[in-house]
């Protein structure tokens, strides 16, 4: 069984404690009677005022994510998750959005909270809202009110879920615990980070499974592009607008050279930064190597780097001892799905004031009066302080969809209490729905060289062991 998920709790009050940048003083959304102009009042957001801004922010998203409508167009009068009621558990911005309304176009019932307590769109969620989905989530959740809006998405009157949708393993884990005679009659679990599928695997190989589930996280067009194109563009655009810094010239040490990795480093290279890379793994090490980075131990290079990022998905990678030797100035944030990665509860002790710079932005002041500043209290930074590029979210919304159709039509003991990954066929449709955006014309195999190759002509073109 895996543990309760890392902690979400806001700062605690030291008396030298000046305020974190996520804290919120409005009346919590939980204390409001809401209602949309229908009636509808099966849902919990910030500010429904603001419903047409977050629809308009849908409306965009929607031109840059031509997979997942595609999908929607081609499918919505088969109506393949007739009957499907879904929980879901992701990042609530504007790209969910469009998955969630197109999951309702194909015949699906759902209901939404949030996987992280700062990634959500409010104007987003408020727009669900008023169309009339039952979404439970708002930016500044605390933890109490993480699990409260998870629960009201399991636990509905009249209302019994049949599959779900996690990023973080959350819904699971609470249906898990709370309501296992109701997680029995789960279809199937779709997970699409790399904390939920360890979760998942742990679960597995424990015997305490009882339902399948689909690891597309690991499906290789997601890796590729959620994970490295993805967090390329986005670790940037994160820097930038919560610190204002010039990359030119930097030192940065990056933790782990995974995908994310990968595309962190290659954007932060390609603006004139010095990187540095920490490894446990010696073929990624030999990777990075080759591509040109010096493989070093974080203790090495902590005193004299102006920027630490990890990427791992561990815990514990930077300490309360490696931010005590860093330079003042030093900024600290974490691309990792989970917010264990930087021991920020370690910070949070009477001898260190935490000061409020701007939203998501904290300088944590030592004794001797040098600062570091730490992004979105070590959470995931490109979703709390930028955004993501909505083609990539199409990707990852795409395949999340097709997995989610898949586990649901399944005939029974077709999948068995384990995890799987996602067909290589499946990997080829989601990128053959993308195509068409740049004007793309696939060559087409002859029956002579299909023949001579072993392939069907319309695929798979890969074995399931082929690395991309």
């Not at 695997?201 to 993805?230: C, R």
């Not at 959470?379 to 990539?392: A, T």
């Amino acid at each position: 069984m895996f543990a309760m998920k890392h902690s979400r709790r806001r700062s605690s009050a030291w008396s030298s404690y000046t305020g974190s940048s996520s804290e919120d003083d409005d009346v919590s959304p939980r204390e409001k009677i809401q209602s949309n102009s229908k009636g509808f009042a099966d849902f919990c957001v910030r500010n429904l005022q603001q419903h047409a801004f977050g629809r308009r922010e849908i409306e965009i998203a929607e031109q840059e994510m031509p997979g997942i409508m595609a999908l929607r167009k081609r499918a919505s009068d088969d109506k393949p998750l007739k009957n499907a009621k879904i929980v879901g558990c992701t990042h609530v911005n504007a790209q969910t959005a469009v998955l969630i309304e197109t999951l309702a176009a194909l015949g699906a019932s759902v209901r939404w909270a949030a996987c992280n307590i700062y990634s959500t769109q409010n104007e987003v969620a408020a727009a669900l809202a008023e169309s009339g989905f039952s979404v439970f989530a708002w930016r500044g959740e605390t933890e109490e009110d993480f699990w409260w809006c998870i629960d009201k998405c399991v636990n509905a009157e009249n209302w019994q879920p049949n599959m779900i949708l996690d990023d973080g393993g959350d819904a699971t884990h609470l249906m898990l615990k709370k309501y296992p005679a109701m997680f029995k009659l789960i279809k199937g679990i779709v997970e699409e980070s790399v904390t939920g599928v360890h979760r998942l695997y742990q679960l597995s190989k424990s015997g305490k499974l009882t339902v399948p589930a689909m690891n597309v996280h690991d499906s290789v067009i997601k890796t590729k592009f959620d994970n490295f194109y993805s967090c390329k563009e986005s670790i940037i655009d994160s820097l930038k607008r919560s610190t204002d810094i010039m990359f030119s010239g930097k030192q940065v040490a990056l933790c782990g050279y995974g995908e994310v990795g990968k595309g962190c480093s290659q954007a932060l290279k390609a603006l004139g930064c010095i990187v540095y890379v920490t490894e446990i793994d010696p073929i990624c090490a030999l990777q990075a190597s080759t591509d040109g980075f010096r493989v070093v131990k974080l203790n090495e290079v902590i005193r004299n780097v102006d920027i630490v990022i990890t990427t791992t998905g561990n815990k514990s990678v930077v300490t309360r001892e490696h931010m005590e030797k860093m330079k003042n100035g030093c900024i600290v944030c974490n691309m990792g799905h989970s917010n264990t990665e930087i021991d920020v509860k370690d910070l949070r002790t009477p001898d260190l004031t935490w000061e409020k710079v701007r939203s998501q932005v904290d300088h944590i002041i030592f004794p001797d009066g040098k600062r570091i500043v730490l992004l979105a209290e070590g959470r995931l930074v490109n979703l709390s302080c930028s955004s993501v590029p909505s083609f990539c979210a199409s990707i990852t919304s795409a395949t999340q969809a097709l997995a989610l159709i898949e586990l649901y039509n399944a005939q029974p003991g077709r999948y068995k209490c384990d995890v799987y990954l996602l067909s290589r066929k499946m990997d080829e449709y989601v990128a053959i729905l993308h195509l068409p955006t740049f004007d793309a014309h696939l060559t087409e195999l002859s029956d002579e060289q299909a023949k001579y190759m072993g392939l069907s002509k319309t695929g798979p073109f890969k074995p399931n062991y082929y690395r991309y």
